[in-house]
């Protein structure tokens, strides 16, 4: 393994890596001699610096000694803390729903965010949650309901809609569970640390049994976001534009249109990666001697590196959600809207040995200084892709994955016409043509004091 510089080991030891793999011999830097009537250089040495001492003497310092190097101007060196938010939406089409309207005139909807914190320093080294909203629509006989759309005198969402007037604008004060939303907010340090955010919007219509299987998923999703590679390139991204990614575990069959159950808008036809496991909704049959949501989730999380200890995790999570059920105005009136995700000692431990072993065998320093963009490991990252030839529909989910880098981009360069404000970036779902939905969440970044 080649000589780490001093630098080099200050990461190396920010990101956990084992004692014995830090002692690695350091470079010394060439003696140089002090004199009053001489220079002697070191060997390479072609200038020197000299200064007059205070009794008229020269002191050399080898090598011109130069400042230390300032980062490129726009380069993010100090921490900060920052928010994510879901301002409002935007309707290009509204989605194919229920003809007869019994739960309310056009779209009724809900907002869905997977957020994961990733910090290199943290024992954990990962947090991660999901949090969603209050339903919106139609309030006529769900009272409960976040007003809005333009359907009927009390609400309903249909093409042409937006929320709030001006759905970039943050209205009134930042919510948990209505807009504006919420997502995310802390502190993030330049090199280490990372916020994965996955905004979503799902068609309400009784049953969360999809919802729950998607939550499942992001046990899959995050062991993907753990692999070495793609956890360097995550603390060092400078993107804020949102990665299309396949959810993994979700696949829906097409004969959606008698279908009451949750579902989100953005899905497509396609086909599934090697390394990802499905389950389509409504299993047949319940395993023998087996516990069906456990079996539900080991199915899902086939192809992690834990798949049974987390599967034994996420399947009480299945039945909660389930359980909400056919007891709609109770759930919206007292169920949590942020649900901690499964991630414990192990998890960090196993994700932490890979990291060491992942720096070790690639050269250590050099691939902490140049790591693979995010963008060219998406292959990585992305569990289906589309196939327009295909019969099966899978929920492409948009992802962001934000550092102090791409956040100050983000302010930078994100689009400010017409009234926008600074760090205003949309996300943007399109179904598959029959099931007609079409989306644009307006999220916004943002620098706190």
Known sequence: MPAF???AVAVLIAVGIPAQAQQQPVEKPPVRTIDSTRIVRAPGDTTTDTTKTGT??????GPKLRPPTAPPPGVVTVPGRYRV???GFTVLRQTYDNPVQTDGKGDEIYFAGWVAVIDTASPMMVQHYVVQS???????GYPYRVRAGSASQAGGIRTGDKFPATPTQRAGAVSPDSLPMLLWEGELVPGRSAVVVTPTVWEWDHNPELFAYWVVSRGAMLDRVMKPEVLLASI??????PLDLGSP?????????ADNRDRPIGLELGRPTPEASFVAPQPANRPPGGSLLGAIAESILRFTE???PLAQKYSPLIAKLMETAGRVAQFAATASRKTPLPYDAADASLARGALSRFLEQSGGAGMLARPKSLQSLQGALRSVVRDYTA???YFFEKTLVLTPQAIEDALQQAATAGGRPRGSIDVPYADHAPLQGRYILHLQVEKLP
């Open 5 to 7: 510089r001093p630098s």
């Open 56 to 61: 008229g003497g020269v002191v050399t310092s």
């Open 85 to 87: 938010t879901l301002n």
């Open 134 to 140: 209050r339903e919106a629509g139609d309030r006529n």
């Open 236 to 241: 060092n991204n400078r993107s804020w534009f």
């Open 249 to 257: 575990g979700l696949v829906v069959h097409t004969n959606m249109f």
């Open 306 to 308: 834990r798949a049974q």
């Open 391 to 393: 019969r099966e529909v």
